[in-house]
């Protein structure tokens, strides 16, 4: 059976023509049981080639909170990068592809004590904190560890800021690097993170600068660094074009040249510009109501079970089936009991009936790895195509 | 003036049209049908918001699409055209004395009745005796198909519409299956510059069904991104080379188009592998 759906001008700056192609082809052949995630191996594919392409001396680690499917983790690790990982749930995903320790860093900055002395028993040996007792920690668990500190930067510029839960400012950087050496670590360098869909490009510029002026700070106290793991950060296309890629990592490429030795080793860790637009929901409309002069449109996707991103702000965009019917404004939402499960606004779609599918583009990332089985609504698996 | 503003969401430049005047206006069961007169283009032909066809230019592709797959096999009797409901393939096709018979599938018969009307030079071909009309997706017609078939040729609409089922490897199976030893398949695959995903994604299809997977290029200008792709699925003949004399009268395929319009291996290579992407 071939489905019609309503592809739009603004849909082509969101997915790519073969992308759609392969979703609706992958529609069209099966007896569908909603919801689920259909993943373009492709694109994943795609994305990495392009990320840390433009920067010197960069190593790409997927940060596999993103999305850590197993069968999606076994693909990235063939394309020859390594992996971002923060507990052992994480660790067993790839301890299960027997992925080498060497391409596994953690820089979650406060970790538990059976995920660090799990790490180390694997080999896990680049780690992040940003405080004494992690220092403390870490050198009982999982001694004689590379180790980095978190700095604070600003996060204005993203969609889903991280900063105000961890970093430190410069003082106490320094401080913090001093003593993880007088506890027998190795104080390698030093990470920030822009916060999460970052699309302001001049976010990378304050957070380089801070960085460096630590860089400084800490050499004068005698600690040389030699890494600088500039997080994740990198947008997607979720209703509009975010910057491209390769312009953020030109810019950040520029900065680290002026400011830093040429030695220095540049670790990127993307999550989102990974799996994020490689995914798309399939979700269908159970639902449809008029209140007062809202219109709204229910599916079995929800805040709760796989979009959850959209209560801090990230919006996404849709491909309805039917494109015959007029378009109307929406408030969409999840199929729970809870009025929290209200997923966006005013959003213009044709009107769909009960039981059309409904795509949810660029859902790759912080959706199934943010879902719960709320209310009896099963979590969406991970199919790849 | 009036103007047709196309509807590929797929093409970063927006092509406009002037339109003279608007001569037909109807839907289908499948589709939006619309001819317009344009000064320059003469009379298009437009499905679902997409130029279809121009008087003017349409023998580039109609040509290009046809002359490759039937000068590259030896002795092209038994031909299925899937779509292409102007006739524009049909008419190519007969031009070869070789040809027995074509088999002629469109799923939208509107598109031939409205051919019919405002592109008699298309369509008229369709009235020839060694013509099957058959009314019915291309898909269906040749996975039921059990006679040998030596060439497929594939002229549809958009990839991302209801004809992608052209475009699967269910589909791509069953046409190996129809074909002769020495038999081929042909479908568009959209444009180098705009679409270059879903030519090498067309490629990596085909290679599931057929031994020797190759696509050549014409330059058209009122297809979106211009740079047109054509990919051929073979048996075993290579569709670059011609195993017949030259002797159809064409306006701009011939035997040194033929060799010109296949990629550089080189290059070729570089696409596939994404070792050259813009």
Redesign the interface.
């Given at each position: 059976m071939?489905r019609?759906f309503k592809?739009?001008?603004f849909?082509?700056k969101i997915i790519?023509?073969?992308?759609?192609?392969?979703v609706?082809?992958y529609l069209?052949?099966q007896k569908i049981t909603t919801p689920f995630l259909l993943i373009d191996t492709?694109k994943i594919k795609?994305n990495i080639?392009i990320i840390g392409k433009n920067i010197r001396n960069s190593k790409v680690f997927y940060a596999l909170k993103a999305n850590p499917d197993v069968a999606i983790a076994d693909l990235v690790n063939q394309q020859d990068i390594g992996f971002e990982i923060a507990s052992e749930g994480e660790l067993k995903v790839l301890s299960s592809l027997d992925i080498k320790p060497a391409k596994i860093i953690s820089s979650n900055p406060v970790k538990s004590i059976q995920f660090l002395e799990m790490a180390a028993n694997y080999g896990v040996n680049y780690l992040s904190y940003d405080s004494i007792d992690e220092v403390d920690k870490i050198a009982k668990h999982a001694p004689r560890s590379n180790v980095y500190i978190r700095l604070s930067v600003p996060n204005e510029g993203s969609d889903w800021p991280l900063s105000k839960k961890f970093g430190v400012e410069l003082d106490d950087a320094v401080r913090l690097l001093s003593y993880a050496k007088h506890k027998g670590l190795n104080p390698v360098g030093v990470t920030f993170h822009v916060g999460s869909q970052c699309t302001n490009l001049y976010s990378w510029n304050i957070a380089i600068d801070k960085a460096k002026i630590l860089w400084d700070m800490s050499e004068s106290k005698g600690i040389k660094l030699s890494l600088l793991n500039i997080g994740g950060g990198y947008p997607i296309n979720y209703t509009k074009s975010a910057i491209n890629i390769d312009i953020i990592e030109k810019n950040i490429n520029k900065l680290i040249s002026e400011k830093f030795p040429e030695d220095i080793e540049i670790h990127i860790e993307p999550g989102r510009s990974i799996v994020g637009d490689a995914g798309i929901l399939v979700s269908t409309v159970i639902g449809k109501a008029k209140r007062y002069d809202e219109d709204w449109l229910y599916m079995d996707v929800g805040v709760f079970n796989g979009l959850m991103e959209s209560l801090g702000g990230i919006r996404y965009s849709y491909i309805v089936e039917n494109y015959k019917s007029k378009s109307k404004r929406w408030t969409i939402a999840g199929p729970s009991c809870d009025s929290f499960d209200v997923i966006d606004q005013n959003i213009t779609l044709p009107e769909p009936d009960i039981g059309y599918l409904i795509l949810i583009l660029s859902s790759g990332a912080y959706t199934i790895s943010y879902a719960s089985e709320f209310n009896g609504f099963l979590i969406p698996k991970n199919i790849l195509i | 003036m009036i103007r047709f503003f196309e509807?590929e969401?797929?093409s970063?430049i927006e092509y406009t049209y002037e339109v003279q005047s608007v001569l037909y206006k109807g839907k289908s069961q499948y589709q939006e049908i619309l001819v317009v007169e344009n000064p320059y283009f003469g009379k298009i032909l437009i499905l679902d918001g997409i130029v279809q066809l121009t008087e003017r230019d349409e023998f580039f592709y109609h040509e290009m699409l046809t002359h490759i797959v039937m000068q590259a096999h030896p002795n092209p009797k038994r031909i299925v055209v899937i779509g292409g409901g102007d006739g524009g393939v049909v008419r190519e096709v007969l031009k070869h004395k070789t040809v027995e018979k074509i088999y002629f599938v469109e799923i939208d018969e509107e598109v031939i009745q409205i051919s019919k009307r405002f592109f008699p030079t298309l369509s008229s071909s369709i009235d020839d005796p060694k013509v099957e009309i058959k009314i019915m997706d291309g898909a269906d017609f040749i996975k039921k198909s059990s006679t040998s078939i030596d060439a497929i040729i594939v002229d549809s609409t958009d990839?991302?519409g209801?004809a992608?089922?052209l475009?699967?490897e269910?589909f791509f199976s069953s046409a190996i299956k129809a074909l002769n030893q020495d038999g081929m398949f042909v479908t568009h695959s959209?444009s180098l510059h705009f679409?270059l995903?879903?030519v090498?994604?067309v490629q990596k299809i085909l290679k599931k069904a057929f031994p020797l997977v190759d696509l050549y290029t014409a330059p058209i200008a009122t297809y979106p991104g211009n740079w047109w792709v054509f990919s051929i699925g073979s048996k075993k003949l290579n569709p670059r080379d011609i195993r017949r004399p030259f002797e159809i009268k064409t306006r701009y395929y011939d035997d040194e188009i033929h060799k010109h319009a296949f990629l550089p291996h080189k290059l070729y290579r570089k696409l596939m592998d994404?070792k050259l992407i813009w």
């Open positions: 071939i019609s592809v739009e001008k849909h082509a790519s023509k073969s992308t759609l192609f392969k609706l082809s069209d052949k492709e795609e080639y | 509807k969401p797929y970063p990839i991302i209801f992608r089922s475009f699967t269910d959209e679409h995903d879903i090498i994604e994404k």
